[in-house]
């Protein structure tokens, strides 16, 4: 039985990636600050913080992994991001240097889980890009706490020849296990939002910007499969596909079964006109993903009621 490290094990893609694993007969050691909601076979808790060098150290002496899956990341939006940078920059920078140090100390196949986020402004994410380029300044600090983890991967590479890694650039995930309270992104936000009115709600700037969605089993599909072919590449985990804030707005009010009026209130921010990822190398490795949309917000929104 192969055993994996999954960090971020209590996540929103993590929770899904244990699962997976599980089912698929592997011996699962799950990282994260929040315990899991239920105990499952074959899988062991740790609750550690990846800052601390020590401990993270002797996880990987106590263990024999044959891949980690790493999911973990900081919360948060891009207000906090903005008025708290240290407080997105110091634990991830410093957990993922943790990480990558110890796989390459003990040869362990690492799929590193970065973001959209590490790219400028554009209508199009590709991903040989990244390096030409600046950050957006609504994702600055964000962006370079991923980015630098990728630097120090790709260094490695360099210096001692290792390139037993994926790293990976999910698009806007959502899923069940999402965060739909304070600080919640726009999709999980308006779940709630339309759960918990009968006639109307406000919706943010005009509608009319594009982002690109992936489901947190897809990605955590991708993610595995990265590890079981051992792919060193640099891949988006995206749908390639445009879809409008108002389009997912009246997504939800779709699966809801509910009949809302949707007011747009023009003076909040619509933030990047459009985003949308490039799919040429997911689509080369078998990682697009497998569940439509309006099908992934009916499990989301299921979920929300079924825990609300």
């Known amino acids: 039985m192969k055993t994996v490290l999954v960090t971020g ?31 499952k076979q074959n899988f062991k808790f740790y609750n550690i913080d990846l800052r601390d060098t020590q401990k993270v150290s002797v996880l990987f002496d106590w263990h024999e992994f044959d891949g980690c899956i790493n999911s973990f990341g900081i919360k948060g939006t ?8 240290v407080d997105f920059l110091e634990p991830s920078i410093k957990g993922n240097f943790n990480i990558i140090e110890n796989c390459f100390r003990k040869d362990v196949w690492l799929v590193f889980m970065s973001s959209v986020g590490v790219y400028e402004s554009a209508p199009e994410f ?14 600055w600090y964000p962006s370079w706490s991923k980015r630098v983890p990728e630097l120090y991967l790709e260094a490695y590479g360099v210096q001692h020849n290792w390139k037993n890694w994926t790293v990976v650039r999910p698009a806007n995930i959502f899923g069940e296990y999402d965060n739909f309270g304070e600080w919640a992104m726009a999709l999980p936000a308006n779940i709630k939002k339309v759960y918990e009115s009968d006639r109307e709600i406000v919706g943010w700037g005009d ?11 897809d990605v955590a599909s991708a993610t595995i499969k990265c590890f079981e072919d051992k792919l060193h590449i640099v891949s988006n985990l995206g749908s390639g596909e ?32 459009r985003r949308r990822m490039n799919t040429t190398i997911q689509q080369k490795y078998g990682l697009l993903p497998q569940t439509g949309f309006e099908e992934g917000v009916k499990r989301t929104y299921n979920y929300f009621k079924e825990n609300n």
């Open 78 to 85: 891009p207000k906090t991001a903005k008025e708290n940078p």
């Open 207 to 217: 509608g009319t910007p594009t982002r690109d969605f992936i489901y947190a089993g």
């Open 242 to 273: 445009e879809i409008s804030i108002k389009r997912m707005v009246d997504t939800i009010i779709k699966v809801s079964g509910k009949d809302i009026n949707v007011t747009w209130d023009t003076s909040k921010p619509n933030g990047e006109p």
């Open 126 to 139: 590709v991903e040989d890009t990244v390096w030409k380029t600046l950050p957006s300044q609504h994702d």
């Open 9 to 39: 094990c209590s996540g929103l893609v993590g929770t899904h990636i244990v699962d997976q694993l599980l089912e698929k007969g592997y011996f699962v050691v799950g990282v994260d600050l929040k315990e899991p909601k239920e105990k």
